[in-house]
């Protein structure tokens, strides 16, 4: 069976742009694949952050996560940093990628001009990415668009390291994107993508008046001044929005009383709050019981992380071999 890798940062609670962007799709591919996930925290310091809740967006991710559906009987979910192979490897793979390559991607072209002195973490990020996918020797990745690159990148580096290593046998496999329907979710400010530094998400675990409060002033076609005026539903964000959370029978009646002025957008608004609210109740049911049992995500944590280190120990030994290092002997226990 394929194996997939997958990591996400630890922007703590999920939103429903996350949700539908990537983590939907999680949840379903564990049904057909090997699934390995990760809550990445060591690329979440390649900028300026705040590591004051650094563990706690961690957690808040990881119950984030659960309660949508990843399902750790048959994906081990894990923290990276919880396993150090990750950086051993990414520091191993310095190796065999230049600088030049680095300074290419879009990414770190565009945030590192938010630096005065750029952080180097920042301009590795895409080497301790591969490093991730690498060290499970993950065949598929699903990622964003906006990620592409780093992951083309992953496969150059592995033909580097195969040939150089390996004797061109693929010991790494290159990963292939998987890459499902563009789903640039609009914050409810219809103005950027959803995102939490924005504050124009809808949170996973809002309840249903917050969800409300939120949709209730959000962005509309402009050109919709008052009840009368007829509306434009294709420039309209929460017409979309309604594509994800209504059933179709919705969506065709949204865009009929959009069109033909038939109702206003609180109605049109409060229709989907209920639709949302309905969607998003057994997810923010298990988040509340995950909640309420302590210490329950820190060992489904552990237990992904002792399930990852296996497969990336077996990893590190042959690579480590392959690169030509003195293996480390181990003491028996009485001559120390
Ligand atoms: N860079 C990815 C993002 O920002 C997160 C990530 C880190 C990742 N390591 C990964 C995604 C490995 C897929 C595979 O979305």
Same mark, same amino acid.
């Given at each position: 069976m394929p194996r997939i890798f997958s990591g996400i940062q630890p922007? $703590? +609670?999920? %939103? !429903? $742009?996350?949700?539908? /962007?990537?983590?939907?799709?999680?949840?379903? #591919?564990?049904?057909?694949? +090997?699934? &390995?996930?990760? !809550? &990445?925290? #060591? %690329?979440? !310091?390649? $900028? @300026?952050? =705040? %590591?004051?809740?650094?563990?706690? *967006?961690t957690r808040e991710m990881a119950v984030g996560l659960l309660a949508c559906g990843i399902d750790p009987d048959r994906s081990p979910l894990f923290v990276q940093s919880h396993v150090a192979e990750h950086a051993e490897l990414q520091w191993l793979l310095n190796a065999v990628t230049p600088i /030049? =390559?680095?300074? *290419?991607?879009?990414?770190? @072209?565009? @945030?590192?001009?938010?630096?005065?002195?750029?952080?180097a973490g920042l301009l590795n990020y895409p080497v301790l990415m591969a490093a991730d996918i690498l060290l499970y020797r993950a065949d598929l990745v699903p990622v964003g668009d906006d990620q592409i690159q780093h992951l083309e990148l992953t496969r150059d580096i592995a033909r580097k390291w195969n040939a150089e290593f390996a004797a061109g046998e693929q010991y790494f496999p290159e990963p292939q994107p998987i890459l499902t329907e563009a789903k640039r979710i609009m914050g409810l400010d219809g103005e950027a993508k959803m995102s939490k530094s924005l504050g124009n998400t809808v949170g996973l675990l809002d309840g249903p008046e917050e969800i409300w409060q939120k949709l209730r002033p959000a962005k509309t076609d402009p050109a919709r001044v008052t009840r009368k005026d007829p509306g434009n539903p294709e420039i309209c964000n929460i017409y979309h929005l309604h594509r994800y959370f209504s059933p179709p029978?919705?969506?065709? @009646? &949204?865009? =009929?009383h959009c069109r033909g002025a038939k109702w206003g957008?609180?109605?049109c608004k409060r229709e989907l709050a209920d639709n949302m609210i309905a969607a #998003?109740?057994?997810?923010?049911? *298990?988040?509340?019981d995950l909640h309420t049992e302590p210490g329950r995500v820190e060992e489904i944590l552990a237990e992904g992380a002792a399930t990852?280190?296996? !497969?990336?120990?077996?990893?590190?030994?042959? &690579?480590? /071999? *392959?690169? $030509?290092?003195l293996p480390a002997a181990t003491l028996c226990p009485d001559s120390r």
């Open positions: 922007s $703590g +609670e999920l %939103h !429903i $742009g996350n949700w539908l /962007g990537a983590v939907q799709n999680w949840v379903t #591919l564990q049904l057909s694949y +090997e699934c &390995v996930f990760c !809550i &990445v925290d #060591l %690329h979440a !310091i390649t $900028g @300026k952050y =705040d %590591h004051e809740t650094l563990a706690q *967006r /030049g =390559d680095l300074e *290419r991607m879009t990414q770190f @072209k565009d @945030k590192s001009q938010r630096f005065e002195s750029v952080p029978e919705t969506v065709a @009646k &949204v865009a =009929d957008c609180l109605d #998003l109740a057994p997810i923010r049911e *298990r988040a509340l990852a280190r296996k !497969i990336a120990s077996q990893t590190m030994l042959e &690579v480590r /071999g *392959r690169m $030509g290092f």
